[in-house]
């Protein structure tokens, strides 16, 4: 089994920062590509930013310049540092994540956290 803990979500005003951490354990034998993804209510989930094993990002345009994604291969996390959080950035922040479970995996498994809320207030 797989799973994948996210935490520091809260509630922060806007122009704060958070800071969000997914962590993967269990069965892996490597992880791909990690992201982040978000869901606010009424909307449909989208893409927050990723990174690819060789450390390669891509972000959402909404949050270009103000959010940052980073892992640790030896530990098997990731973070998103949130920056100049604005009130539409509240939402459900989910971790995902592309593991490979064992060396005969042709592909890789995608994995999700159960999410963890950020709430940004005016």
């Known amino acids: 089994q797989v799973q994948l803990a996210e935490s520091g979500g809260g509630l922060v005003q806007s122009g704060g920062s958070l800071r969000l951490s997914c962590a993967a354990s269990g069965s892996i034998f490597s992880i791909n590509a990690m992201a982040w993804y978000r869901r606010a209510p009424g909307k449909p989930r989208e893409l927050v930013a990723f990174?690819?094993?060789?450390?390669?990002?891509t972000y959402a345009d909404s949050v270009k310049g103000r959010f940052t994604i980073s892992r640790d291969n030896a530990k098997n996390t990731s973070s998103l540092q949130m920056n100049s959080l604005k009130p539409e950035d509240t939402a459900v922040y989910y971790c995902n994540a592309q593991i490979f479970r064992t060396l005969l995996d042709i592909a890789p498994g995608h994995y999700w956290g159960q999410g963890t809320q950020v709430t940004v207030s005016l």
């Open positions: 990174i690819n094993s060789r450390g390669m990002t």
